[in-house]
């Protein structure tokens, strides 16, 4: 998979996960879909996306980023069995998700 591909795949699946998890409200019948296949392109995305460098406070950020990449998935199946644990799972993910982008950029610089 190239870089660009991974990059649009990222933003599109990203774009659809945050609109859906906001439209769950309205319960309509397909927004557990459009959540499952984003959250689903956004774990490939990371999951495909390996550090193969010699820094160990990166590589512990890659664990983290696949932690937080198999979140969503699992929060997804939560949300088709109508538990509303699936929105703590997602906040999690999140959270990760942020700290690795600023932890990251901190420490690439």
């Not at 499952?36 to 980023?65: C, E, F, H, M, W």
């Not at 696949?66 to 999690?92: D, E, R």
């Amino acid at each position: 998979m190239s870089d660009k591909f991974k990059a649009y795949l990222f933003y599109v699946c990203a774009i659809l996960l945050v609109v859906s998890a906001a439209l769950y409200i309205t319960e309509n019948k397909y927004i557990p879909y459009i959540y499952a296949v984003s959250g689903a392109g956004v774990a490939v995305v990371y999951l495909t996306s390996p550090y193969r460098g010699d820094n160990l406070r990166l590589k512990r950020l890659n664990i983290q980023q696949t932690i937080a990449a198999v979140l969503l998935p699992v929060s997804s199946y939560l949300m088709f069995h109508g538990k509303n644990t699936w929105f703590a799972l997602l906040f999690i993910s999140a959270i990760l998700q942020l700290y690795i982008a600023i932890i990251r950029n901190r420490e690439e610089k």
